[in-house]
C-alpha cells in the first residue's frame, strides 16, 4: 500500500499511558507515531474552552458532560447505565458503572487527579492474606518509576504526610510541589473526629484525615516548573504562560478543569518534540496483523474517519504499545484473534458507596479541588484475609454527586417546603454549606467470569464490534461495602454530622445486596485487569514489562497490566509502569 | 412601572435578593425573555399584573405564589434566578393553561448555569468559573464562627 509507513515505535492510544511511552521514546530521537481514536480538539485554549462551555450548558452534570465523543469513536457514558444502553452491552449480572473519554488527552481530561501509590503490600495480597494474585514486581523495584511519573505528571503532596503502611520514598525526595492546602471543611472534620478509633475486624484503628498526592498544580518546590493551561497554533500560543500554573479553586476537576491546573495527557503530548513526534488524529485502529512465521506484529490496520467517511490504512513499526485503555486494549487483541485465554478476563473497578450527611455548622461546601483528603487507615491490615480494604475521599463539593445539589436543594426548598423570598434564602445558605459527602472506593479482586467480550452482532459506525461486559461484585467486596458503611457512619457520629445518606431518594445508581442491606454502587473510571502481568504465559497475558508474552515486539500497557488495583486510584501506578516500559523499550532498540 | 422594574421587583421578593443583586448578576434580560418565549402567550404579562394590582409587596407575594395558575410559574421563575434551569411546567398545569415548544426542562444558557444564585447563596462559584483563587477553600465560609 502505498501509504504504508514506518515508524521506530507504534503507540495506539494518546492517553496518559501512550503520551509518556511516546514523549520519552521521541525524547530518544526515535521516531513514534501515535494513532488517536478520538478528535483532537482541545489542544488549543480556544477549543479546550469550547469543552468548558459546553460542560456549562449541559443538562446533566457528569464525568462525561464536557467531553461529547465523536460518533465514529464512541465511549461509554455512565447516563446510560440506568437503561443498560449506550456503547458498552452490559451481560450482568451486576452493571459495570464506569467510562472513559475517547479524545486526544484520553480519560485524563476528565479524571480527578488523585495520585495515590500502591501500598507494598498491595503487591503481595496472595501470600500475604491468601486473596487475589502476586505482582510479577514489588514496590521496590516500582518507587524509582513512581517518583518519575510523579514529576512527569505533577503531582502535590508532602513525603511527611504519606509515609504510612510501609510507603517508602527514594532517598532526598519530596513531590515535585508541596501538597494542595487543605479545605475549610477538611480540617474541620479532622478536629471532629481526633482520636476516633474503628474496628473492621483486626483490631482497633485509629482514622485521621489526611492530603492524599494530586495531579493538580500547587506551590513548586526548587527546580520544578508546573506546566499550566496549553495553547498549540500553527502561529504559536497567545495564553498568558502562568494560567493554570497553581490550581484555582475552580471545584470542577472532573469533568474539566477550566484553567488546566490538573494534569491531562494532552500536556506531555505537547511537550515532545515534533521531530520525531507524530499524532494521527481520528485514526481507529481496528486490526493487529501477524506474522505467521515470527507470531511478531507485522502493522497495524488502522481507519481514518472524517465527515464524509472513512479510509483504510497500515502502519509497520520496530515495535508496537496498545495504549488505548483497559477496555480497548482486550477488544483490540479480540478482534484480531489474539492473546489466548486471559485476554479480556480479570476486570476490576473500585466500585465506590457515598455516604452524605448535613455538619453541625457551615464548613464552606462547594469550593476548592473536588476533593483535597482522604481517610487511608483501611487501605491496609490482617483484615483483608476476610473482606475488601477501602479507602475515602472527602468531598468538597457537598451533596453535588450524591443528590444533584446544590440545584435538588434548591428544587426540594421550592417545590417541596414551598419557601420564597428571604426564607428561601436563609434556608439555603444554612444547608448548602453544610453538606458533606464521603466517597467510600472499596476494593475488588481479579475474577476470571468478569470479562470484556466483543459482541459480532452489534458494531459501531465504523463496523467494528462493540466490547460486552459481563461483571458481578463478589462477597469479598461487598463485605467490604458494609465495613466501609459502618466506618462511615461512626466518622459522621463522632462528627455530629446528621447522617443523610439515603440512595433512594439521591442520585440513581445501581445496587447490590449483602444480607439485609442494599448497596447503590457507582464506578470509578478505574479498569483494571483485562491485560494482567504474571510470571508466565500461562497465567497472564504481559510481563513486568508489559510485554505480550506470545508476541514479542507488542506491549499492551496500561492499568489492564495490573493483577490487582488495592485502594489506590490506578493511574499514577500505570503512569509508573509505562515510564518503566518506555526505557526497557528504548534500551532493547538501543541495543539493536 | 416598566415591565423591565416589575419583573425585578417581583423576582426579589421571590428569591429573597435585591434588585440591585439581581441587576448584578447580567441575567435579567435573558430570563425576561425566556418567561415569555415559553410560557403560553400573555401569561408572564399576567403575571406581573397580578402581582403589581395586588400591591407588589409582601402579600402580593404570597397571593401569587398561592394561586394555581401563576404560582408554579412563579417558583420556575425563581428556579430560573436560583440554578440557571427551566423545568418544563406539571402536566396538570399544561392541560389547563397550555404550553409552547419551548416548555422543556433545560438550563437557559452557559451564562445562566454560571450566574446562578445558588453558588452565592452557597457562599461558592458555580464549577468551573468564578474561581476563588489558590487556598481560598482553606478559609472559614462567610457567616463561620
Ligand atoms: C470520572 C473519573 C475520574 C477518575 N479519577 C481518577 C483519579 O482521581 N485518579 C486516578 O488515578 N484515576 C482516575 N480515573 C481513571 C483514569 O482516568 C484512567 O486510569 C486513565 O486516564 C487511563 O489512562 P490510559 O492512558 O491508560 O487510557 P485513556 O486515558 O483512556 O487513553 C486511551 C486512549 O486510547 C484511545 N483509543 C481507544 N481505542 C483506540 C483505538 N482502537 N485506536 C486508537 N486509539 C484508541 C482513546 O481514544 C484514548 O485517547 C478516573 C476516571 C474517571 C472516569
Ligand atoms: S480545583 Fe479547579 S483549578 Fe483546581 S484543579 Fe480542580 S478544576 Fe482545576
Not at chain 1, 478509633?197 to 526548587?222: I, K
Not at chain 1, 490538573?262 to 494521527?280: H, S
Not at chain 1, 481496528?286 to 481507519?303: C, K, M, N
Request: hydrophobic share 40%; glycine share 10%.
Amino acid at each position: 500500500m502505498s501509504d504504508e509507513e514506518w515508524y521506530d515505535v507504534v503507540v495506539v492510544g494518546a492517553g496518559v499511558a501512550g503520551a509518556l511511552i511516546a514523549k520519552a521514546v521521541s525524547d530518544a530521537k526515535l521516531t513514534a507515531l501515535v494513532l488517536e481514536a478520538g478528535p483532537e480538539r482541545a489542544t488549543s485554549f480556544d477549543g479546550y474552552q469550547r469543552h468548558v462551555r459546553h460542560f456549562y450548558a449541559a443538562a446533566a452534570k457528569n464525568a462525561e458532560s464536557a467531553w461529547p465523543p465523536d460518533p465514529h469513536a464512541p465511549q461509554p457514558d455512565t447516563a446510560d447505565i440506568r437503561q443498560g444502553s449506550g456503547y458498552f452491552i452490559q451481560r450482568g449480572p451486576d452493571r459495570y458503572g464506569s467510562s472513559y473519554t475517547r479524545a486526544r488527552g484520553g480519560s485524563t481530561l476528565h479524571w480527578l487527579g488523585v495520585s495515590l501509590r500502591m501500598l507494598p503490600e498491595d503487591f503481595g495480597i496472595r501470600t500475604r492474606y491468601g486473596v487475589g494474585r502476586d505482582w510479577p514486581i514489588g514496590y521496590d523495584e516500582l518507587e524509582p518509576y513512581y517518583r518519575k511519573a510523579e514529576v512527569a505528571m505533577g503531582v502535590s503532596a508532602d513525603v511527611a504526610d504519606q509515609r504510612y503502611h510501609g510507603l517508602t520514598f527514594g532517598e532526598g525526595y519530596d513531590y515535585p510541589m508541596r501538597r494542595l492546602p487543605l479545605s475549610y471543611s477538611d480540617t474541620k472534620l479532622a478536629e471532629a473526629i481526633a482520636g476516633l478509633t474503628v474496628d473492621v475486624g483486626a483490631g482497633p484503628v485509629p482514622v485521621t484525615v489526611r492530603s492524599y498526592p494530586a495531579a493538580r498544580n500547587s506551590t513548586p518546590r526548587p527546580g520544578y516548573r508546573p506546566i499550566g493551561t496549553i495553547d498549540k497554533r500553527p502561529e504559536g500560543g497567545e495564553v498568558e504562560m502562568f494560567v493554570g500554573e497553581r490550581c484555582a479553586g475552580n471545584t470542577s476537576c472532573t469533568p474539566i478543569c477550566p484553567i488546566q491546573a490538573k494534569y491531562n495527557a494532552g500536556r506531555t503530548l505537547t511537550q515532545a518534540d515534533d521531530t520525531y513526534l507524530r499524532l494521527i488524529p481520528q485514526a481507529v485502529v481496528s486490526h493487529i496483523d501477524i506474522d505467521s512465521e515470527s507470531g511478531q506484529v507485522s502493522g497495524l490496520t488502522y481507519l481514518r474517519y472524517d465527515d464524509s467517511g472513512f479510509t483504510i490504512h497500515r502502519v509497520r513499526g520496530g515495535a508496537y504499545v496498545l495504549a488505548a485503555h483497559a477496555v480497548e486494549n482486550a477488544k483490540l487483541m479480540l478482534l484480531s484473534g489474539l492473546g489466548g485465554q486471559h485476554v479480556g478476563r480479570n476486570l476490576m473497578d473500585h466500585p465506590a458507596l457515598y455516604a452524605w450527611g448535613l455538619a453541625p455548622e457551615p464548613i464552606g461546601a462547594f469550593r476548592g479541588p473536588l476533593s483535597t483528603a482522604g481517610i487511608e487507615e483501611l487501605r491496609a491490615g490482617a483484615f483483608r484475609s476476610q473482606h475488601a480494604a477501602f479507602r475515602f475521599d472527602v468531598g468538597n463539593d457537598g451533596w453535588r454527586a450524591t443528590t444533584g445539589a446544590p440545584d435538588t436543594t434548591v428544587a426540594a426548598a421550592i417545590r417541596q417546603q414551598g419557601l420564597y423570598g428571604p426564607r428561601l434564602r436563609e434556608s439555603l445558605a444554612a444547608a448548602l454549606s453544610r453538606q458533606v459527602r464521603l466517597s467510600l472506593a472499596v476494593e475488588q479482586l481479579p475474577d476470571p467470569a468478569n470479562q470484556v467480550t466483543i459482541d459480532p452482532s452489534q458494531r459501531d459506525p465504523l463496523g467494528i464490534p462493540r466490547p460486552a461486559i459481563s461483571y458481578q461484585i463478589d462477597d469479598y467486596t461487598k463485605a467490604g461495602m458494609a465495613a466501609a458503611t459502618q466506618v462511615a457512619q461512626a466518622i459522621f457520629q463522632r462528627a455530629g454530622i446528621a447522617d443523610c445518606t439515603d440512595h433512594a431518594s439521591g442520585t440513581w445508581f445501581p445496587t447490590v445486596t449483602w444480607g439485609d442491606q442494599v448497596f447503590a454502587y457507582h464506578g470509578m473510571g478505574h479498569f483494571a485487569g483485562t491485560h494482567a502481568m504474571g510470571s508466565g504465559p500461562h497465567d497472564s497475558v504481559v510481563d513486568s514489562y508489559q510485554r505480550s508474552w506470545e508476541h514479542r515486539n507488542l506491549y499492551l500497557v496500561g492499568s489492564g497490566s495490573m493483577p490487582t488495583m488495592g485502594t489506590s486510584n490506578p493511574t499514577l501506578t500505570l503512569a509508573a509502569l509505562a515510564i518503566r516500559t518506555a526505557e526497557q523499550l528504548i534500551a532493547s532498540m538501543s541495543r539493536g | 412601572m416598566q415591565s423591565n422594574d416589575s419583573f425585578l421587583a417581583l423576582s426579589a421578593a421571590l428569591t429573597g435578593f435585591s434588585t440591585l443583586d439581581l441587576l448584578g448578576t447580567g441575567m435579567a434580560q435573558e430570563y425576561q425573555r425566556t418567561l415569555d418565549a415559553t410560557l403560553p402567550p400573555g401569561i408572564y404579562r399576567e403575571l406581573l399584573e397580578t402581582w403589581a394590582s395586588a400591591g407588589g409587596g409582601e402579600a402580593a407575594t404570597d397571593q401569587i405564589m398561592g394561586d394555581p395558575k401563576l404560582g408554579p410559574v412563579a417558583r420556575n421563575l425563581i428556579q430560573l434566578w436560583y440554578c440557571g434551569t427551566w423545568s418544563a411546567m406539571p402536566d396538570d398545569w399544561r392541560s389547563a393553561y397550555g404550553t409552547t415548544p419551548l416548555d422543556m426542562s433545560r438550563v437557559v444558557s452557559p451564562e445562566a448555569f454560571q450566574a446562578g444564585l445558588q453558588w452565592a447563596v452557597a457562599g461558592a462559584h458555580a464549577p468551573a468559573s468564578g474561581q476563588q483563587g489558590f487556598a481560598a477553600w482553606a478559609l472559614p465560609p462567610e457567616g463561620s464562627s
